[in-house]
């Protein structure tokens, strides 16, 4: 019944910017780390940003100064905007999710990924 719905990919141009959205659907509850990470193909998947319940934030080295973590806890909403793009940046872009389920306990959720493609 739990569900991740993505957002946002697409192709932009080096420097250009863009939103990803991760919102959880279902019965949820609330949760506690939202995270981004990215995988290329034939490479590990790589950790972007977490986020936590009292908004603390940690980034890849790779990413510190040009993408900024955020969330929405109103709407399980997790989100990435992402400024200064390069085309290194280009990767399957996917949400991980600890949420409150309806039995009063936590569980992790991948969402499906998204294709962000930065080329001129």
């Known amino acids: 019944q739990v569900q991740l719905v993505e957002s946002g990919g697409g192709l932009v141009q080096p420097g250009g910017s863009l939103r990803l959205s991760c919102e959880a659907s279902?019965?949820?509850?609330?949760?506690?780390?939202m995270s981004w990470y990215r995988q290329t193909p034939g490479e590990q998947r790589e950790r972007v940003a977490t986020?936590?319940?009292?908004?603390?934030?940690d980034y890849a080295d790779s990413v510190k100064g040009r993408f900024t973590i955020s969330r929405d806890n109103a709407k399980n909403t997790v989100y990435l905007q992402m400024n200064s793009l390069k085309p290194e940046d280009t990767a399957v872009y996917s949400c991980?999710?600890?949420?409150?389920?309806?039995?009063?306990?936590?569980?992790?959720?991948w969402g499906r990924g998204t294709q962000v493609t930065v080329s001129s």
């Open positions: 279902g019965t949820v509850f609330g949760s506690k780390i």
């Open positions: 991980y999710v600890d949420l409150l389920d309806g039995t009063g306990t936590y569980k992790g959720y």
């Open positions: 986020i936590d319940r009292s908004h603390r934030t």
